[in-house]
């Protein structure tokens, strides 16, 4: 079992930064793939980016490519998410997940096993 508590959310202009973490419980967090995916209101929960858990190997949505960077603290059990020069379409509740042990790192929400409540990320224009 792994819970899972992100932080980091708020308000932001666009061209700013915020990073977000997940905290994860348990002695396992090493041991699963992690992603974040985020929700905007009316539609469906996407995809951003995620990390597997050996060679920590990442993938990213084109949308956030280049502009956002996942990475993991094992000995912290922390998932990160750094989000560069944000514009309005990112707004959305950012969730980050689990999935595994051992499991590969996909890029669809139904292969994670566990969520945490969200965080909300909201960039002005």
């Known amino acids: 079992q792994v819970q899972l508590v992100e932080s980091g959310g708020g308000l932001v202009q666009a061209g700013g930064s915020l990073r977000l973490s997940c905290a994860a419980s348990g002695r396992t967090f090493s041991s699963y793939a992690m992603g974040w995916f985020r929700q905007a209101p009316g539609k469906e929960r996407d995809f951003v980016a995620n990390?597997?858990?050996?060679?920590?190997?990442?993938s990213y949505a084109d949308s956030v490519k280049g502009r956002f960077t996942i990475s993991r603290d094992n000995a912290k059990n922390t998932l990160y998410l750094q989000m560069n020069t944000l514009k309005p379409e990112d707004t959305a509740v950012y969730y980050c997940?689990?999935?595994?042990?051992?499991?590969?790192?996909?890029?669809?929400?139904?292969?994670?096993?566990?969520w945490g409540q969200g965080t909300q990320v909201t960039v002005s224009s």
């Open positions: 997940a689990a999935s595994g042990p051992y499991a590969y790192a996909s890029t669809l929400s139904r292969f994670y096993d566990y």
């Open positions: 990390i597997n858990w050996g060679s920590a190997s990442t």
